[in-house]
């Protein structure tokens, strides 16, 4: 029985890493990346400074009279659903499986791939509607209502894979697991304290998520790149012939050394592809649904926004994340786990990191798991005013206890696939409204 669901979980996991990321994925979000970068007369570089500065006064959003969330904790809130373990983990793996020119691509389709995500935004607030609660419901559900009129099952369906993707069980064991283990807590206790400061954050709506990410993610952003750097000033002899391997293995794949299995130049482009839109969020649709509930009525200003929160995932968050593995040679190492690597990187600097894990990782996994769960809960609402939001908080609860206890493996196979289809779904309905997007700052 367990080598037939085995095999049934390793069909789907080729299915979701080859077909829908490895294929259909990439050809949608290439195609999307060539099309708006042409169409936005390359509106991300072009506009980049605007869009600094945009973000130096998103604070100053006007409350007065006003539906929505100030621009500054939607930002953050968004920033919260992107960056996340598991985006450190996929970026480490990227590296492990595609060789050192992986990290060339993450950067170059992140930084590019910006545009598919103001795109996505742009339609998602656009679109939107108002809701009971002082705020706004927007995103994919609301934009594949205008791509697709026909399709009304559609909507639906973005939902539903937007609820399975919500309850980041992952996240959620990987922070339960880490201060268990380094500090030997019972794991009862540590499963119901942080299920309830989950909970208690979701039921503030995104205020409160916006709130908490707003103090938690600069925290973390300035202690990452802290430590990334004391650890690359160490290593700091390793980066000339580093970034000469980096640009060469790029384009030429990487021969196998040590314990890396070896890649070709098209493993190497589809790694760093892949990774990059799943650690941006590009097609998924969670930054569309939170952002929509921002008070301002300058799509395009806020939409723009979005960009900036590519930049800080990408060439903070990820850029840290894929030298930290490289310069300490861990990537080579018989480790098949990403989140174990950039572990062991920092071991190599910090010898007291077992007791400093948990908080770090709880600095990065709580905001992702409250914006994440936000967004399920307005999904769920779309699918049911009533009844869908409590039933989908009883289905968190259980998975989040359930899995705490148990392999989450297999729970993981539908929360990846959901993750894929999304993308799929999304990316369609922004070529289909491709010419209602508008690019002006």
């Known amino acids: 029985m367990i080598t037939y669901l085995e095999k049934i979980g390793s069909a789907i996991l080729y299915f979701n890493n080859e077909i829908l990321w490895g294929y259909i994925g990439l050809f949608l979000i290439l195609s999307s990346i060539f099309y708006l970068t042409f169409r936005s007369k390359f509106m991300v570089i072009r506009d980049f400074p605007k869009i600094f500065r945009y973000f130096l006064t998103s604070s100053r959003t006007p409350k007065e009279n006003r539906f929505g969330t100030s621009s500054l904790k939607v930002f ?24 050192p020119g992986a990290l060339f691509w993450v950067c170059l389709v992140s930084f590019l791939g910006a545009i598919v995500k103001y795109a996505e ?3 998602g607030l656009k679109f939107r509607v108002r809701n009971a609660f002082r705020g706004y419901d927007g995103g994919p559900m609301y934009f594949l209502q205008k791509a697709f009129p026909k399709l009304s099952f559609l909507p639906v369906l973005s939902c539903i894979f937007l609820c399975v993707y919500g309850v980041d069980i992952y996240m959620f064991s990987v922070v339960k697991t880490s201060f268990v283990h380094n500090f030997s807590l019972p794991t009862t206790p540590v499963v119901l304290t942080l299920l309830g400061l989950v909970l208690a954050s979701v039921l ?15 925290i973390f952003l300035v202690l990452y790149t802290a430590l990334s750097l004391w650890v690359f000033v160490e290593y700091r002899d390793v980066f000339p012939g580093l970034l000469k391997t980096i640009f060469i293995s790029a384009f030429t794949g990487h021969g196998a050394v040590g314990g890396f299995v070896g890649s070709t130049f098209i493993l ?24 929509s509930e921002v008070a301002s009525d300058d799509i395009q200003k806020q939409a723009s926004l979005s960009i900036f929160v590519v930049f800080l ?3 903070i968050v990820c850029l840290c994340s894929m030298l930290l593995i490289l310069v300490t040679n861990v990537w080579q190492l018989p480790i098949m786990d990403g989140g174990l690597l950039i572990q062991k990187a920092l071991t190599t600097s910090f010898k007291n990191m077992s007791y400093f894990m948990p908080f770090f990782l709880f600095l990065v996994g709580y905001p992702s798991l409250i914006s994440s769960l936000l967004v399920g809960v307005k999904a769920a609402r779309f699918i049911h005013k009533k009844w869908g939001p409590r039933l ?6 259980l998975s989040f206890v359930v899995f705490s206890y148990f392999s989450s493996y297999y729970a993981l ?15 369609t309905a922004i070529l289909k409204l491709r010419r209602s997007i508008d690019f002006t700052l």
């Open 204 to 218: 503030g709506g995104v205020e409160r998520v916006g709130g908490v990410s707003t103090v938690l993610l600069p």
């Open 392 to 397: 989908y908080y009883l289905y968190a609860i």
């Open 76 to 99: 953050f809130a968004s920033l919260g659903g992107c960056i996340g373990i598991g985006n450190l983990a996929t970026v480490a793996m990227a590296i492990k499986l595609g060789g």
């Open 268 to 291: 190497t482009l589809s790694k760093g592809l892949s990774s990059a839109a799943y650690a941006s969020d590009i097609g998924v649709g969670f930054a569309s649904v939170l952002q």
């Open 413 to 427: 196979i539908f929360l990846v696939l959901a993750g894929g289809l999304l993308n799929v779904i999304n990316m």
């Open 313 to 315: 995932n990408t060439f």
């Open 121 to 123: 935004i742009f339609l």
